[in-house]
């Protein structure tokens, strides 16, 4: 049965800094890798999504990696933003119309 | 992008009433639909996937008469929590599959269920 973790539950940060979220899963034959952000109270906003077959992905100040040997995942964020202060949740799919697996999530918040 | 609707957005009600919660693909069809359940800080747990004209498949440890999935449309799929009680109060969260080949999943904005 796969299981993701994503340690630590919460991270405070001052703005500006750039920081790594961790998530990692017990099974590697995944299908892909995906960062969500949620916000208080609401749904899920993909922020990158990685095939198998890829080792990272970036969007803007966002960039996620993956090592599926290892079974672990990171999300870079650069130049952090108090806007970025939100759950980051990892989740990790077996094949096309498999489920996905969701972690606990990462509580950010970024200090002015 | 893809846009997936829920409604309503929160509810309150009785317990022993029944509650139906709305999810709808606005701009494009989803044969498969998913519902999850969130409890206050922690992951969103898979309910059931909703396949259209299919009967839904539960994930272990869901009660399938007391969570009804219908997906009766290409775009739209229904969970009613019949006979809710207050352990039932959660954030449901519905998903639809958009595409072939590398299916993408959009998530809806949530639905807050208070039981009191």
């Known amino acids: 049965k796969q299981e993701v973790t994503q340690i630590p539950a919460a991270l405070s940060v001052p703005e500006g800094e750039n920081l790594v979220l961790n998530c990692s899963f017990t099974?590697?034959?995944?299908?892909?890798l995906q960062w969500f952000r949620q916000d208080p109270g609401k749904g899920l906003t993909s922020l990158l999504l990685i095939q198998s077959s890829q080792r990272e992905q970036t969007s803007g100040r966002l960039n996620a990696s993956l090592d599926k040997s290892s079974g672990r995942s990171t999300l870079y964020i650069a130049a952090s933003q108090p806007g970025d202060s939100a759950t980051y949740l990892c989740?990790?799919?077996?094949?096309?119309?498999?489920?996905?697996?969701f972690g606990k999530g990462i509580t950010l918040s970024v200090r002015p | 992008g893809a846009v997936v609707s829920q409604h309503p957005s929160w509810v309150i009600c009785k317990s022993g009433t029944s509650v139906k919660i709305e999810c709808r693909s606005l701009d494009f069809q989803a044969t498969t639909m998913f519902w999850y359940r969130q409890f206050p800080k922690q992951s969103l747990m898979l309910m059931a996937t909703s396949n259209e004209g299919s009967k839904a498949t539960y994930e272990q440890g869901v009660e399938k008469d007391k969570f009804l999935i219908n997906h009766a449309s290409l775009t739209l799929s229904t969970l009613t929590v019949t006979s809710a009680h207050p352990e039932d109060s959660s954030f449901y969260i519905c998903s639809a599959l958009r595409g072939e080949g590398h299916r993408t999943q959009y998530f809806g904005p949530g639905t807050r269920l208070t039981v009191l």
């Open positions: 099974d590697s034959a995944i299908y892909n």
């Open positions: 989740a990790v799919k077996a094949g096309a119309n498999s489920k996905l697996t």
